[in-house]
Nanobody, 118 residues
């Protein structure tokens, strides 16, 4: 069974840093893309950053210059610097994975909470 597990969330003060980790496990043949989304209370889930198989990255405007997405094998990372209170949210890992059943299927993790205080 394929699963994504996030870690690295926590509570920090404004200006601080966190590194989120997304570990994909199971019968995975490859990672087509990996992304981080976030959802703040009362808001819709929004994409923060994405990295494709070729290594191309895409960032939300709010993340540009502060966040860096990367991937190594089946593990993804989101380095977050200069955090702001408005970054407070539950962060979800999303991955499009090639498995024995599909050339590309979408998976979600359960999320990790990030709280930034002013």
């Amino acid at each position: 069974q394929v699963q994504l597990v996030e870690s690295g969330g926590g509570a920090v003060q404004a200006g601080g840093s966190l590194r989120l980790v997304c570990a994909a496990s199971g019968r995975i043949l490859g990672v087509n893309s990996m992304a981080w989304y976030r959802q703040a209370p009362g808001n819709q889930r929004e994409m923060v950053a994405k990295v494709t198989l070729s290594g191309r990255t895409n960032y939300a405007d709010s993340a540009k210059g502060r966040f860096t997405i990367s991937r190594s094998g089946n593990t993804g990372y989101l380095e977050m610097n200069n955090l702001k209170p408005e970054d407070t949210a539950v962060y979800y890992c999303n991955a499009n994975l090639a498995t024995y059943l599909s050339g590309g299927a979408n998976y979600w993790g359960r999320g990790t909470r990030v709280t930034v205080s002013s």
